[in-house]
């Protein structure tokens, strides 16, 4: 069983910045394909941005909202993801989620922010956190 746990969420001022961190323990070998995840209270959840490799070459998608100023990046031999976030809006304001698949899933299988974005609420991504609370003031 993989666990996720998402720290580094926070209360900032727009145009500010924050780097929120994914810690992956249980079965530890490497999966291809995580992402980063928001939700807002009666709104549904959405794709930030999706890390698809484990190496130096690996490919990264955004959400369009999120282009040119968040970040997606993992460090393996931490076994953590991260997501940093820059300019921040108070749209950007949500809860975070991490999320991860196994290889060979659904989503693994096209590892983008689109295909993430068409999974995101049909409970048939693999593994999420517990999610991290970002606050951004106007």
């Known amino acids: 069983q993989v666990q996720l746990v998402e720290s580094g969420g926070g209360s900032v001022q727009a145009g500010g910045s924050l780097r929120l961190s994914c810690a992956v323990s249980?079965?530890?070998?490497?999966?291809?394909?995580m992402g980063w995840f928001r939700q807002v209270p009666g709104k549904a959840r959405e794709v930030v941005a999706v890390?698809?490799?484990?190496?130096?070459?690996?490919?990264?998608t955004y959400a369009d909202s999120v282009k040119g100023r968040f970040t997606i990046s993992r460090d393996t031999a931490k076994s953590t993801l991260y997501l940093q976030m820059v300019s921040l809006k108070p749209e950007d304001g949500a809860m975070y989620y991490c999320?991860?698949?196994?290889?060979?899933?659904?989503?693994?299988?096209?590892?983008?922010?689109?295909?993430?974005?068409?999974?995101?609420?049909?409970?048939?991504?693999?593994?999420w956190g517990q999610g991290t609370q970002v606050t951004v003031s106007s």
């Open positions: 999320a991860a698949d196994d290889d060979g899933s659904i989503w693994s299988s096209q590892c983008t922010a689109e295909r993430g974005s068409l999974l995101a609420n049909m409970g048939v991504i693999g593994y």
């Open positions: 249980g079965h530890t070998e490497s999966r291809r394909c």
């Open positions: 890390i698809d490799g484990v190496s130096s070459e690996a490919t990264t």
